[in-house]
């Protein structure tokens, strides 16, 4: 019944590692996004994919590339990671017609060491 | 740069005790929303205000949007330690973009 999951929910990892997290939602939404939560729990987006394709990115580095097979995944891969890098990610979704009601998952707590 | 500014950035009070929580911008948005946090999970969404000095109500929770759609509050009454938890304000920039407040981290006691 999770309406958007994401894995791993922990990620403990050696700085310069690429890692991915995963996400679905299945909820039939069209719309995907990727946010990172910092310490301070200020959260910020990342991305936006609407019906599989970016529409938002949001000045973040290209070691994080996110990709979507189909609009009930978005999948975040990680390239070289750095110490900065370790936060809470959160995925959440949408639909037309209601965008503003964004439903997130629990999120990916990542560690970067 | 940090768009929603959020006051009080901590609040710990008795419970029955009322209070509000400010979220304020410089910016215009076409909606607002607030959700609420629990340690270890995702953020909930509560209300969406869309019109200029929209007042919306959810239980013991009252919503209002500025005549501006520049800011928003949120009164609680009588809080319960239910109640405890992150408080976050959203606007929307567009469509597919969310500026989130600095939070407020509610505790409140039995």
């Known amino acids: 019944d999770t309406a958007v999951s994401q894995t791993p929910k922990y990620l403990v990892t050696q700085m310069g590692n690429d890692k991915s997290i995963k996400c679905e939602q299945n909820?039939?939404?069209?719309?995907m996004y990727w946010y990172k939560q910092d310490s301070k729990k200020f959260l910020k987006i990342m991305f936006s994919?609407?019906?599989?394709?970016?529409?938002i990115n949001e000045t973040v580095p290209n070691r994080f590339s996110p990709k979507s097979p189909d609009k009930a995944h978005l999948n975040l891969h990680i390239n070289s990671l750095e110490l900065g890098d370790s936060a809470v990610y959160f995925c959440?979704?949408?639909?037309?017609?209601?965008?503003?009601?964004?439903?997130f998952g629990p999120g990916t707590r990542l560690l970067v060491l | 740069t940090q768009l929603l500014e959020q006051s009080p950035q901590f609040l710990s009070i008795q419970e029955g005790e009322n209070l509000t929580v400010y979220c304020n911008s410089s910016?215009?948005?076409?909606?607002l929303q607030w959700y609420r946090q629990e340690p270890g999970e995702g953020p909930v969404l509560l209300v969406t205000?869309?019109?200029?000095?929209e007042v919306k109500k959810l239980k013991r929770l009252t919503f209002q949007f500025g005549d501006a759609r520049k800011d928003s509050s949120l009164h609680i009454t009588a809080a319960q330690p239910g109640d405890t938890g992150l408080y976050l304000c959203?606007?929307?920039?567009?469509?597919?973009?969310?500026?989130f407040g600095t939070g407020t981290r509610l505790k409140v006691l039995a």
């Open positions: 959203a606007g929307a920039k567009g469509t597919y973009k969310y500026i």
């Open positions: 205000v869309v019109t200029g000095g």
């Open positions: 994919y609407n019906n599989k394709e970016l529409i």
């Open positions: 910016s215009v948005f076409s909606s």
């Open positions: 909820l039939g939404h069209d719309t």
């Open positions: 959440a979704s949408s639909q037309e017609g209601r965008r503003e009601t964004q439903y």
